[in-house]
């Protein structure tokens, strides 16, 4: 089976600090992806990766930043946290090189960050 | 402006009967959709799929329907059982449409035993 494992499950920061949101996936998928999910709002796509060190900018890349120095890895970083950050944070990979138009995506558990 | 919506925020069913859970479109370029199933506290896990030269794709208890004229699908779950509570988001994609999946903002199910 997929496995899409989110290194924190909660995290309560402060405004302005630096938050790092790791992600890895252990099926050699070529493509990630993180989303943050607001009620009544469903996923909005932050940033995805196609490859090693390509990162490509979603619908809501404002204040977030993006890392992956290795294909199992993708890591989504908030240079300086505001409330508005508040959210669950979602981290997914596919297999599909052309995008995930095949369908699947494989979700981490998630991760809910609270910005005080 | 949301390109995917789900009108409806929640639904309750009765446990044995069938659930209808609607979801529509306004980009033309849509060509796959998708039904994603979310408990809490989980990522969500894919549930079915059709592709846009189909009108209907089913899955035991669960069954897409594509209505491309109308920019509309839906799913059924039939019997509906308590263990499929649950947010259910419905997603879309397209190959002229970037190849994103663009979510709706999800219903939530409540079956009652």
């Known amino acids: 089976d997929v496995k899409v494992t989110q290194s924190s499950r909660y995290l309560v920061k402060r405004t302005g600090e630096k938050v790092f949101l790791e992600c890895v996936q252990d099926m050699d998928h070529e493509n990630m992806f993180w989303y943050r999910q607001d009620p009544g709002l469903g996923l909005r796509l932050i940033y995805f990766?196609?490859?090693?060190?390509?990162?490509e900018k979603g619908d809501i890349p404002e204040g977030y930043s993006v890392s992956r120095e290795k294909k199992e890895r993708f890591s989504l970083i908030l240079e300086s946290a505001s409330t508005n950050q508040t959210s669950m944070y979602l981290c997914?990979?596919?297999?599909?090189?052309?995008?995930?138009?095949?369908?699947?995506?494989?979700f981490g558990e998630g991760s809910r960050l609270t910005v005080l | 402006d949301q390109q995917v919506k789900q009108n409806s925020p929640s639904l309750s069913v009765q446990e044995g009967r069938i659930s209808i859970l609607n979801c529509d479109y306004t980009?033309?370029?849509?060509?796959?959709f998708l039904w994603y199933k979310k408990y809490p506290a989980e990522g969500p896990t894919f549930l079915i799929s059709i592709s846009s030269i189909k009108d209907k794709n089913e899955d035991g208890r669960f069954t897409v329907f594509l209505n491309k004229s109308a920019k509309h699908l839906s799913l059924h779950i039939v019997p509906s059982q308590p263990g499929d509570s649950a947010v259910y988001f419905c997603?879309?994609?397209?190959?002229?449409?970037?190849?994103?999946?663009?979510f709706g903002g999800g219903t939530r199910l409540m079956v009652k035993p």
């Open positions: 997603a879309a994609s397209g190959e002229n449409a970037g190849n994103m999946l663009t």
């Open positions: 997914a990979s596919s297999l599909d090189p052309s995008g995930p138009n095949t369908g699947e995506l494989f």
């Open positions: 980009n033309s370029m849509f060509d796959y």
């Open positions: 990766s196609y490859d090693v060190k390509m990162k």
